[in-house]
């Protein structure tokens, strides 16, 4: 096998364990799974829909898919399945895939500073619709700024904060050799001193959540440089959505060894001046933000695209789950499936991102009928190729699907 077919969404997939006991077992465990991404690939959005359309297209997907599939699961297995789901694994799984398709791609928008180092944006999102038939889902995600794919999850227990979750997020090999970006709430020295410990940097928002190192950037960048303090300048335009937009930013090393805050090196200002072009609106906001990055390390000009980068988690990620993938729209809820499904969707965005697909809803209409292109994306067997056998646990599982 050779390298690229190891590292196929379908072959990490293939090392998640079955939670189901043998006996009375009726369906193959990666057949179900495999049946969930396929429907997802399609342009289904719910655990019902994706059972509909199985059903309706049983025949053609019997003639594609190399596994027997002598009639189509109903709803209620695919919901067991995902509630059954042995999520640790899997989440270990879709990180690892998210991490082998790191670098492999351009970074989208046109005239932006391309970051010389990898960076890994940290942010949390709910499952909204779970709240309408049980508690609500929270997560916490890592993904990659270029490349858009989650290379981390993990699930914030009820009654707590995403800060709980940042030892098992923040783990070496997501964090060593990395920059992490983070919004303002994350700006803690707990979370500073654990990203530095594990080899990597920060670059993290300040607001009022730290009102004693946001007084300290307000005083610094409101004066004039004080004698012997060297600061650098970059301005970006932008001109999309109906607006306007010009970015300065202004970095320093002004502040080193005079606050207690763990490795940090400089200290960003930001300020966003926009323009409705319709109305003529304008507005302006100053942001403060302060990274481990040393000048010697970081350019002014590639600390400001590590800052605007910070969005590729909501712009490529958690945007596209919701309003694309149809994920707050859902309201399945127990057991591990909310949690399931929103890991599954990260797997499949990578894929199709891998696959050269820059539009996903353009992705999702290309495959909305049940061809073999959607198999070939997530990498399962088809009727042309023999199953490959170290992707599969054991061959007797795909008996009868």
Known sequence: MDQAQCNTLWSFLGKVPDPRAARGQRYAWMGLLTLVLYG??????????????VQQHIVEIQGQLALTLPRAPSAATFYRALRRMPIEELEQQMGAYGRSAEGQREPEGEG?????????????KELRGTLAQGELVHLVSMVEHDSGATVRQCRVPQEAGELAVMPQLLSEESVQGQVITFDALYAQRSVAQRVIDLGGDYLVKVKGNQPHLLGALQGLFSAPPAPGEERWECTTYDKAHGRWERRHVVASEGLQGRLEWPGMEQVLCRTCERMQLKSGTRSLKVRYAVTSLPHEQASVEELAALWRGHWSIENRSHYVRD???GEDRGQIHCGQAPQALAALRNGLLTALREHGWKSIPDALRA???PTITPLLLIGAPTRSQQIPS???????TFPGL
């Open 390 to 396: 170290a992707q599969m646990q054991d061959s007797s």
């Open 40 to 53: 997802l690939a399609s342009g289904q959005k719910t655990v019902w829909a994706i059972a509909c359309w």
């Open 323 to 325: 309003e694309t993938l």
């Open 112 to 124: 932006e500073v391309e970051p010389r180092r990898s960076a890994r944006a940290v942010d949390g």
């Open 367 to 369: 495959h909305v009928a």
